[in-house]
């Protein structure tokens, strides 16, 4: 019985095979997509923008008029040597498809995933132009460029987004040439041209430069862990919220403090400040931890505020022998009295902060005149100039 069903099953196969063959030798050739459309897919470099924006290399080569900017700095030229240097957004993939083609077992896939997190390998990451828009200003108008920032190789539920112009993005490469000359020596830029700055194929070109710029930057370990790398992503939102607080408008405040720390995570800023606790990156990532908890404790969503204490609190809380000597961060004891207040309000257990205080007391530490979270966050500077910086620098290398 078996045997006849699989012959049958083998008949009907074959003769299926046969239909869809003869269908497909009647397609018109005009309906299949051309090969620099194709190449572009596979590349995975950007998404088609808004259905016009999509990057066509030898079309955009070809539509330029001779009078158009095709020298060392231009976009095409900052394409081709990204390409060749194999800085595509795409080609670091922790985990990808075997030689062979076929795609591994969800369990091989997430144990190459546990492995890769366990070594000292620098989260992927892939930077992506979601938009590009001209934005009329007064006399004059710009490209505004929407860039998804998104963790490679698993599925990720929370990118973080920045809105950037194209003279941020000027501004972030003088600063990195001026402050890392020597790792920025074979880094090209694209220039802004004459003519056709707005056109559909300038602005579909660039964001493709931009996403490859971005994701080459990231994978240089010096670039990526400066300051001037980082605070290119972040220190927007965060001052931005900071002002929305300022005048309380914690509402408002939650979106863009919730992106600044959303692009931290990704950023691997968090572990910087662990590894270098005196780097302004530390106290950025303070910064929003505790602007989250009080933004949420003045919204009433107590539950929130309390989640962001303790994370805050996980990172500040000392060691014995730090806490015998006195040496705890400045913010330690007012994060712990909020924390204990929360606790209480939320029904829970408080005991292991409540212990930490009590022994910081004993210590002879004064715990009951000391400034209250939003004081600080109200006047904290989240930007140092250039000369306290390096002078912050060489005071840590000597301690």
């Not at 997430?110 to 620098?122: A, D, T």
Request: hydrophobic share 35%; proline share 4%; aromatic share 8%.
């Amino acid at each position: 019985m078996a045997s006849k069903l699989l012959d049958r099953l083998r008949r009907t196969l074959f003769k299926e095979g046969e239909v869809v063959a003869r269908e497909s030798i009647d397609v018109p050739e005009d309906s299949f997509p051309e090969s620099s459309e194709l190449e572009d897919d596979t590349e995975c470099l950007s998404e088609r923008l808004g259905g016009t924006l999509c990057f066509d290399g030898e079309r955009a080569m070809e539509s330029e008029d001779p009078g158009g900017a095709s020298g060392p700095d231009s976009d095409s030229d900052f394409l081709g040597e990204s390409v060749e240097d194999g800085f595509s957004s795409t080609d670091t993939s922790p985990v990808g498809l075997s030689p062979g083609g076929s795609s591994l077992l969800t369990c091989q896939l997430q144990e190459s995933w546990r492995s890769l997190q366990s070594c000292s390998v620098p989260e992927k990451l892939v930077f992506e132009v979601t938009d590009a828009s001209v934005v009329p200003e007064s006399s004059s108008k710009y490209v505004l460029y929407t860039i998804h920032v998104i963790q490679s190789g698993m599925f990720d539920k929370t990118p973080a987004v920045i809105t950037r112009r194209y003279t941020d993005f000027e501004r972030l490469h003088s600063r990195l040439r001026r402050r890392h000359g020597d790792h920025m020596e074979r880094v090209c830029f694209p220039r802004k041209r004459l003519r056709k700055n707005f056109v559909a194929e300038t602005i579909a070109k660039r964001s493709r430069a931009f996403e490859q710029y971005l994701a080459h930057m990231h994978s240089l370990a010096e670039l990526r862990r400066s300051a001037t790398f980082l605070e290119f992503f972040y220190l927007g939102d965060l001052q931005a919220g900071q002002m929305l607080m300022r005048v309380g408008r914690y509402q408002e405040g939650l979106g863009p403090l919730l992106n600044g720390l959303r692009l931290q995570e990704k950023l691997g800023c968090e572990q910087q400040g662990i590894q270098q606790p005196h780097h302004q990156q530390r106290t950025h990532w303070l910064f929003t931890l505790l602007a989250l908890v009080t933004c949420f404790q003045e919204l009433e969503q107590l539950g929130e505020a309390q989640e962001y204490c303790d994370r805050a609190l996980r990172d500040l809380a000392p060691s014995q022998e730090a806490l015998q000597q006195h040496l705890f961060h400045p913010l330690l004891i007012p994060l712990l009295q909020t924390n204990v207040r929360l606790s209480w309000k939320i029904s829970k257990d408080k005991r292991r902060w409540e212990v930490l205080l009590q022994e910081i007391q004993d210590s002879g530490a004064d715990v009951g005149n000391q400034p209250s979270l939003k004081e600080y966050l109200m006047k904290e500077n989240l930007v140092e100039s250039e000369g306290n910086t390096k002078a912050k620098v060489k005071r840590d290398d000597t301690t």
